[in-house]
């Protein structure tokens, strides 16, 4: 079955420490995403990815780095810069097909600072 | 940018209607709406391409006015299983730069 899958789905992280968040699909889509949702608020866009090896910052990028090496994987790096990493963090993909941009979501990785 | 949805809530009873709004200061190519049940991934529930059209899935559809860059979603007859939090996601060209806005949580009560 195609799908997005994320790894870890909870993630503790020690302040100070790095952390990389795994995002792969095998859709075969052209564009990834990564969003953050705290409670009760929307999903606010870190980073995309439109093609290998290209990825622009979001809304919300400080903190956090990412790469596309190849087409199937876009993870993410909650860096020791990111003051306050904790939250929900969901990966996605669409296609840039006129007709057919629906986004498919990952399960999420709930990430928390201990 | 982010889009603006709007009301930030809404309670219902079994049957009634409700309406979602979701705008942008921006000229959309899309709109995309999805729901997100609590503690679960959004889930799609259907796209609207720049050209005024309206769309319907089962008892919800959605309605893009492309001169004014809004779209609503429509709630109808709604049903306990309609009850989550719905997203607008906007595109403004067709290169697939999703956005969302901050969500409408619905509750419907029996």
């Known amino acids: 079955d195609g799908g997005i899958t994320q790894s870890p789905k909870y993630l503790f992280r020690k302040e100070g420490q790095n952390v990389t968040l795994s995002c792969e699909q095998n859709?075969?889509?052209?564009?990834m995403y990564w969003y953050r949702q705290d409670p009760g608020q929307g999903l606010r866009l870190i980073y995309y990815s439109q093609i290998v090896n290209d990825f622009q910052k979001g809304d919300i990028a400080e903190g956090y780095s990412v790469s596309r090496e190849k087409k199937e994987s876009f993870p993410l790096t909650v860096t020791s810069a990111q003051k306050n990493p904790t939250a929900f963090y969901l990966c996605?993909?669409?296609?840039?097909?006129?007709?057919?941009?629906?986004?498919?979501f990952g399960q999420g990785t709930r990430l928390t600072v201990v | 940018q982010q889009p603006v949805q709007s009301p930030q809530a809404v309670i219902l009873r079994e049957g009634e209607d409700a309406v979602i709004n979701c705008s942008s200061s921006?000229?959309?190519?899309?709109v995309h709406w999805y729901r997100q049940k609590h503690g679960e991934a959004p889930v799609f529930l259907m796209i609207?391409?720049?050209?005024?059209e309206q769309k319907g899935h089962d008892k919800i559809s959605a309605s893009f006015n492309e001169k004014k860059q809004q779209s609503s979603l429509y709630l109808t007859a709604s049903q306990l299983s309609y009850s989550g939090t719905y997203f607008c996601?906007?595109?403004?060209?067709?290169?697939?730069?999703?956005?969302f806005g901050a969500g409408t949580q619905v509750v419907v009560t029996p």
């Open positions: 996605a993909s669409n296609n840039f097909s006129r007709t057919d941009t629906e986004a498919f």
């Open positions: 996601g906007t595109e403004t060209d067709s290169w697939g730069k999703l956005q």
């Open positions: 859709l075969n889509h052209d564009a």
């Open positions: 609207l391409l720049k050209g005024g």
């Open positions: 921006k000229a959309l190519y899309s």
